[in-house]
């Protein structure tokens, strides 16, 4: 992992192979690691930046003013600045695909292609939005995550048959999320995401070679809204059988041809 400064806090990220760069974003509650199969294969061909959100893996906590996606964007904005790199792709997953459009419709000059991987960028249904600030709400108040909200929210990540190694990992990096953590930047950092604003209309101005990925189980955000992206950006959708929400761990030789297909035609 390398780090650099931003807002006086350390932000970490992984920065492997050579060409054309490609800036990795991840889902809530996981860390850059959810990319390894990918940064092992696009490396090969790609300058792979993955960096760990704030409150996740190895960066310092969220940024105090921090309130939208948006912000979360001129970070990543300003680390790619940081390493001198003007023109680049975005590859992001649920929270990273929300943020990559926010970058995406930022500095349309520089972002070349963006993939939307199990993500939305439409308002939170109400129903979720109700039940995941509900689940903030209990574990600010308990400064822990409770195993009642534990065995709610580790199965949402997977297809309904998921390799046991994958729960057990995500269970454990869960249980051991330091109460400051939790209350500095994850609680925040939800209540940022499912509180979100429509912001649909940013597709609409993207002029960028977009793929939009969904996996077939994907039960945070289900294949409909990933179809109703790809709609709006008259782009290609693909569904990842066999798949959840992490659909980069639970598939990655189908995302990996996906993803190189891609990427192989635009850039």
């Known amino acids: ?12 990220y992984r ?39 704030w409150g996740h893996g190895n960066s310092a906590e969220l940024p105090e003013q921090h309130r939208t996606l948006a912000d979360l964007a001129r970070d990543y904005l300003a680390l790619m600045d940081q ?3 003007k023109e680049f792709a975005v590859i992001g997953l649920s929270a990273g695909g929300m943020w990559g459009t926010e970058l995406a419709a930022m500095v349309p000059d520089r972002v070349k292609a963006l993939v939307l991987m199990d993500t939305f960028v439409g308002l939170e249904p109400e129903v979720t939005h109700k039940k ?19 065995q709610q929210i580790v199965p949402i990540f997977f297809s309904q048959k998921p390799a046991q190694n994958l729960i057990d990992e995500l269970t454990q990096s869960l249980v051991t ?77 189908k995302v990996n041809q996906e993803l190189v297909v891609f990427l192989q035609q635009v850039l």
């Open 15 to 53: 920065d492997e192979g050579e060409g054309f760069p490609l800036l990795l974003g991840h889902s809530y509650l996981f860390n850059s690691d959810m990319w390894a199969p990918q940064i092992e294969v696009l490396s090969k061909k790609y300058r792979v930046i993955a960096p760990d959100l």
């Open 177 to 253: 999320i330091p109460a400051e953590v939790l209350c500095n930047s994850i609680i925040p950092l939800g209540r940022m995401i499912f509180g979100r604003e429509d912001r649909t209309h940013l597709l609409e101005r993207l002029d960028i070679p977009v793929l939009v990925i969904t996996g077939e189980q994907d039960m945070p955000r289900p294949p409909l809204e990933g179809y109703l992206m790809a709609e709006i950006l008259r782009c290609d959708y693909v569904v990842i059988q066999d798949a959840g929400h992490i659909s980069t761990l639970e598939q990655p030789h």
């Open 83 to 85: 390493l001198g790199i």
């Open 132 to 150: 995941y600030f509900a689940m903030l709400d209990v574990i600010e108040q308990a400064g822990a995550i409770p195993q009642s909200i534990l």
């Open 1 to 12: 992992m390398k780090t650099i400064q931003l807002h006086n806090k350390t932000m970490a």
